[in-house]
């Protein structure tokens, strides 16, 4: 575990595109932190207004490049890096000004990753928060869904191992990455929200076709990549069943009227009451809403 001899350095990797807005408040939370980064690399993926720009003025390392996704520009914040240790945030984030110091204290010599509970907000302001689950559940869990959000606090040479974020995918590759990782070391967890997520209506989590289109690229190789015959199959209908769910989920806090259709393709998918029962709860819920919404229409 760390003591208060030893010292943790951290580089801090903030992928941006087109992000000029989000900054200013996104780095005053990184540098107002209590155990100080020993670096704070934006990576302008390609923006075309003045993120590039207004990072190095609030006292950034900056790495311009094309546009290339998120993967990319992660990957190359963390070449660039030089410290072993390294904490993710995406430009429209925030965190709690003791976050590092916290995962810090947390590190063990086996440790690969330690992450925190997360909360989220939009223009309305606070939605809800998500508490960190403990290690040996989140692993498990990931077979299924992802239930580490990007928190994380991760060693650097963890991260490039197998060359990095996949680059051909443009989403869920927090998921794919915490697959490999967990097979490197172990995960620590704080189950206190120490990052604040803000969700607005063009980020991908705001639309759920889309994230189910791009679970695709993970599903076979990544997810199912272990198992054969029946299981291979009965998995993969239990992760579309979950994946489905959280589709409807995320029509529900969007306001879309796909929301019934995804809890209902859900459990088609995988219709036994002994797997995530609260799918069935949910339905119940999304039934009533379409039929508020329908009666309120007439």
């Not at 290690?135 to 869904?145: D, G, H, T, V």
């Not at 029946?230 to 929301?259: H, M, V």
Request: hydrophobic share 40%; charged share 25%; aromatic share 10%.
């Amino acid at each position: 575990m760390a003591t208060k001899d030893s010292v943790i350095k951290i580089s801090v990797v903030i992928p941006a595109y087109n992000a000029a807005r989000f900054l200013p408040r996104c780095l005053a939370l990184v540098f107002a932190q209590t155990l100080k980064p020993a670096e704070v690399i934006v990576v302008d993926d390609g923006s075309t207004d003045n993120t590039a720009d207004l990072a190095e003025e609030l006292g950034a390392r900056v790495i311009r490049r094309k546009n290339g996704g998120v993967s990319a520009a992660r990957n190359a914040g963390i070449q660039y890096a030089s410290s072993e240790w390294i904490a993710l945030v995406d430009a429209d984030d925030s965190w709690a000004p003791q976050k590092l110091e916290l995962q810090a204290a947390r590190i063990r010599t086996d440790t690969v990753l330690v992450y925190t509970g997360i909360r989220f907000y939009d223009d309305k302001g606070f939605r809800g928060e998500l508490l960190a689950v403990d290690p040996i559940s989140a692993k498990k869990m990931l077979r299924y869904r992802n239930p580490i959000p990007c928190t994380y606090l991760v060693r650097r040479d963890a991260l490039m191992q197998d060359g990095g974020y996949r680059e051909d995918i443009r989403a869920c590759e927090d998921w794919e990455m915490l697959v490999r990782l967990q097979r490197l070391g172990k995960f620590e967890a704080i189950t206190e929200p120490l990052m604040d997520c803000y969700l607005h209506s063009d980020s991908l989590s705001a639309n759920p076709e889309v994230m189910l289109e791009r679970l695709d690229p993970i599903l076979e190789e990544t997810l199912l990549a272990d198992l054969h015959g029946f299981y291979r199959w009965a998995w993969r209908r239990r992760i579309l069943a979950t994946q489905l769910c959280s589709a409807g989920l995320i029509a529900r806090d969007n306001g879309l009227k796909s929301e019934l259709h995804y809890i209902y393709r859900s459990l088609c998918a995988w219709p036994s009451p002994f797997w995530e029962p609260r799918r069935f709860a949910i339905f119940a819920v999304s039934l009533r809403n379409t039929m508020r919404r329908d009666h309120g229409q007439k």
